[in-house]
């Protein structure tokens, strides 16, 4: 399973970014997918998940302003973000289970300014 995650890069508040995460070596349209992210000192979080036939659900405080999606037939997941605040600052990953094994991508990292 290879996944890499792309998009990030240095954004001002209030900006809006889709965050991408392409997978290889997996029946991708076969597997729950999932975004999380982890700020500088913190924990790594739960942003949101995406089921294999597009359900989603997302962590509370992720609601109102993230929005995850895919697109099967290329292999891709994505994160839309909108009105970005300095505390969205973080590396961003994608991440799936495979076999009772997860796997990590590469994350991107976001920086927001204020």
């Known amino acids: 399973v290879q996944l890499q995650a792309s998009g990030g890069g240095l954004m001002q508040a209030g900006a809006s970014l889709t965050l991408t995460c392409a997978a290889s070596?997996?029946?991708?349209?076969?597997?729950?997918m999932a975004w999380y992210r982890q700020a500088p000192g913190k924990q790594r979080e739960l942003i949101a998940s995406?089921?294999?036939?597009?359900?989603?659900n997302y962590s509370d405080p992720m609601k109102s302003r993230f929005t995850i999606s895919r697109d099967n037939a290329k292999n891709a997941l994505y994160l839309h973000m909108s009105i970005l605040k300095p505390k969205d600052t973080a590396v961003y990953s994608c991440?799936?289970?495979?076999?009772?094994?997860?796997?990590w991508g590469q994350g991107t990292l976001v920086t927001v300014s204020s």
């Open positions: 995406i089921s294999s036939s597009g359900e989603t």
């Open positions: 991440s799936t289970v495979v076999r009772g094994v997860r796997h």
């Open positions: 070596r997996i029946m991708f349209g076969a597997y729950d």
